[in-house]
């Protein structure tokens, strides 16, 4: 029997009527179901909110030291849990299992170095130009946060939010991907174990409209204090412009284009491995997952054969298995990669694969792991030739697809890689250290 996921707030389940019921499957082997999950509304996100403002004043009494020891417990408990909650991030996500056991151990590694924090929590000292009289700074907490995670990273990037959070004094909503419930759950008692008084810690199950309508009405009742997402870049600017009429800054980790720049001088067999896993890693659907390639013309013929080939052999199925990627991460982004195929043009050429689209058996995949009709599998896509106003060069491309391009100066190169404006990451495969050092200061990536 399917467990029911619910909202937990205040230490107690949610008593409202939920406002939906999803269910949360295997992308790998759709007909596993993996939970069954009660949708919060607004007013519920909302009261989830009011819980975390009630509770924050005594836990921020509690001596930061303390609160840093608290972590330290978080990521024993987590430790102690690292391969069942990595096996249900496969199950639940279709991430390889190995990277699951690197995001868990991403969570192991936050604690470790926020229980530190607690004794860092510094205050200044600072000179006065008025005599008899000292000035003293203190760190103190933010207050309630309301943080709204994606689900291709369901347990490691929410950690990187909640740790912080909650070592520094804060009290935190938590809403995960609701596709990603069974492992945001999982997260949240382990979390809880901990020992966490009810309601420093909240978690509320919802679609994306609700949890908007849900943080407005928290800002305007005074109970959300600082938002906190990952996510796409035109939700992060509706949540920017929210919080904006409400004199809050909010932490926004949003889209990326992340171009990769192969100069003449790269050792192509190792940029070729760079751009494989960068690419096609969790098939693509990274924040960061390499967007374009921005390829000298003197190497280009080489590095595309070489990397051509090494995507055609690439292991990619079932994610129990040692394979590059497996699954898409839920059917609304296989729905969504189905368009961005659509801006292949006929100036493309398109390789890597046996197919385009769907792995299936009217679109087979020669060496496909597992049987590619029980999940949502995608062939990997490297489109050459693309042209600074096409769509696959400006836009992110949330998949296993990979654009390529070609420069002739650095500065071109430097041109091209800025283009799309999204300045998340950008990377360089060089061997000469001037090239780098004159492309990094010329990349908005990092500064936003």
Known sequence: MTHTLVSVIGGRPA??????????????????????????????????????????????????????????????????????????????????????????????????????????????????????????????????????????????????????????????????????AASAMALFELIQAAGLPDGVLNIVFAEGQDAFAGLELGLRAGTIDKIGFTGSTAVGSRIGELAGRHLQAPCLELGGKNPMVVTPSADIALAVEGALFSGFGTAGQRCTSLGTLIVHESVHDEFLAQLSAAVASAA??????????????????????????????PHHKVLGSS?????????????????????????????????????????????????VTTYASIDDAIELANAPGYGLTASRATAAASPVSGCSTSSPAGRQ
């Open 15 to 180: 008593e409202a009527a939920p406002a939906a019921t999803i269910s949360s499957p295997n992308p790998s082997r759709t007909s596993d179901v993996v939970a069954e999950v009660a949708l919060a509304d607004a007013a519920t996100f909302a009261a989830a909110c009011a819980a975390a403002k009630r509770a924050q004043p005594s836990w921020a009494d509690v001596p930061a030291p303390v609160r840093g020891r608290v972590a330290g417990a978080i990521g024993r408990i987590v430790e102690a849990n690292k391969d069942s909650l990595a096996r249900l991030v496969t199950r639940e996500l279709g991430k390889p299992y190995p990277e699951a056991l690197g995001e868990v151990q991403e969570i192991i590694d936050t604690c470790d170095f926020f229980l530190g924090e607690g004794r860092r929590l510094y205050g200044q000292t600072v000179p006065s130009e008025m005599p008899d009289k000292q000035l003293f700074t203190f760190r103190v907490p933010v207050g309630a946060v309301a943080v709204l995670t994606a689900g291709n990273f369901p347990v490691a990037v929410p950690s990187w939010y909640l740790i912080p959070a909650l070592v520094a004094g804060n009290t935190v909503v938590w809403k995960p991907a609701e596709y990603a």
């Open 316 to 345: 990619i199925g079932d994610p129990a298995q040692d394979v590059l990627y497996g699954p898409m991460l839920a059917q609304k982004f296989a729905d969504r990669f189905e368009e961005y195929l659509g801006w292949i043009q």
């Open 355 to 403: 197919g385009t689209g769907k792995i299936s058996a009217a679109s087979p995949r020669a060496g496909f792991v597992g049987n590619p009709e029980d999940g949502i599998f995608y062939h990997p896509t490297i489109v050459d030739g693309v042209r600074p106003g096409d769509a696959l060069f400006r836009e992110e491309t949330f998949g296993p697809l990979v654009s």
